[in-house]
T-cell receptor, first 109, second 115 residues
Framework: GQSLEQPSEVTAVEGAIVQINCTYQ??????LSWYQQHDGGAPTFLSY????GLEETGRFSSFLSRSDSYGYLLLQELQMKDSASYFC??????????FGQGTELSVKP | DSGVTQTPKHLITATGQRVTLRCSPR?????VYWYQQSLDQGLQFLIQ???????AKGNILERFSAQQFPDLHSELNLSSLELGDSALYFC??????????????FGPGTRLTVL
């Protein structure tokens, strides 16, 4: 089967940088995705890594290392509106997503 | 607004009952995915349909079933409901053509409460 682990909670201050780590176990997958969810709302796509390395999208960056079964999401210049849950997910053949349990990020003023 | 619609937004029912959740994907998206989100289980993949055919199954209970119709909308049927079925049910859609990554767009969800 496939499984992912991420910290349950992370706290940071406005303007700071925070990194949310994700480790996974799988025999095969296409890539690692990241989604954001505010308070039970619809998850929204943030980033995808199909290859090892860093992907940058504005204030958000994501990293994947297949050899280490590890990825992370980096959020820079934190804003209050970034307070949300962040999920890493394995992207599989057919488009199926297997999600981690999520990390709740609290941004303090 | 992702372009994916789900009805109803809220549903309250009793144990043992049967309910149907409906999802309309974004225009042009052929693939529909259903996910269950409960407090202790996170986002769990249930089932995927592609252009009317079942494509992948997750940990979907036998009491649950789904289908995708010719107009591409999808329905998730939950029967013999139990208290533990109370959760948020999300539908997502993507163009999915295989190979490269295709972003999934999530609907607003249906909150099911079983009393």
């Amino acid at each position: 089967g496939q499984s992912l682990e991420q910290p349950s909670e992370v706290t940071a201050v406005e303007g700071a940088i925070v990194q949310i780590n994700c480790t996974y176990q799988t025999s095969g997958f296409y890539g690692l995705s990241w989604y954001q969810q505010h308070d039970g709302g619809a998850p929204t796509f943030l980033s995808y890594n199909g290859l090892d390395g860093l992907e940058e999208t504005g204030r958000f960056s994501s990293f994947l290392s297949r050899s280490d079964s590890y990825g992370y999401l980096l959020l820079q210049e934190l804003q209050m509106k970034d307070s949300a849950s962040y999920f890493c997910a394995l992207y599989n053949q057919g488009g199926k997503l297997i999600f981690g349990q999520g990390t709740e990020l609290s941004v303090k003023p | 607004d992702s372009g994916v619609t789900q009805t109803p937004k809220h549903l309250i029912t009793a144990t043992g009952q049967r309910v149907t959740l409906r999802c309309s994907p974004r225009s042009g998206d052929l693939s529909v995915y259903w996910y269950q989100q409960s407090l202790d289980q996170g986002l769990q993949f249930l089932i995927q349909y592609y252009n009317g055919e079942e494509r992948a199954k997750g940990n979907i209970l036998e009491r649950f079933s789904a289908q995708q119709f010719p107009d591409l909308h999808s329905e998730l049927n939950l029967s013999s409901l139990e208290l533990g079925d109370s959760a948020l049910y999300f539908c997502a859609s993507s163009v999915y053509r295989g190979g490269s990554y295709n972003e999934q767009f999530f609907g607003p969800g249906t909150r099911l409460t079983v009393l």
